[in-house]
Nanobody, 123 residues
Framework: EVQLVESGGGLVQAGRSLRLSCVAS????????VGWFRQAPGKEREGISC???????YYADSVKGRFRIFSDWAKNTVYLQMNSLKPEDTAVYYC?????????????????WGQGTQVTVSS
């Protein structure tokens, strides 16, 4: 059974940084894509970054240059480093996994989801 567990959320001031972690277990796909998504109250879930199995990374324009996705597979962990945080980054952040290596920020394409971690950025 595939399981994803996020952590690292919290309350920070604008301009500060946070690093989210997503520990993955139970998957043995050779080809995959791991994504980070977020959902603010009253808004649709938004894809913000993904990494495919060849190491390529992709970002939404809203976070490009501020956020970085990277992995440490020795720890079965994918990270989202978030710098220069803004109040509009406030949301529940989710990691997700799909068993194909096509890059996509479309939540509907992802099969497995974590429970989410809250990030709140104060002004």
């Amino acid at each position: 059974e595939v399981q994803l567990v996020e952590s690292g959320g919290g309350l920070v001031q604008a301009g500060r940084s946070l690093r989210l972690s997503c520990v993955a277990s139970g998957f043995f796909f050779d080809d995959y894509s791991v994504g980070w998504f977020r959902q603010a109250p009253g808004k649709e879930r938004e894809g913000i970054s993904c990494m495919v199995s060849d190491g390529s990374t992709y970002y939404a324009d809203s976070v490009k240059g501020r956020f970085r996705i990277f992995s440490d597979w020795a720890k079965n962990t994918v990270y989202l480093q978030m710098n220069s945080l803004k109040p509009e980054d406030t949301a529940v952040y989710y990691c997700a996994l799909k068993s194909t290596d096509s890059s996509s920020l479309d939540p509907s394409e992802y099969d497995y989801w974590g429970q989410g971690t809250q990030v709140t950025v104060s002004s």
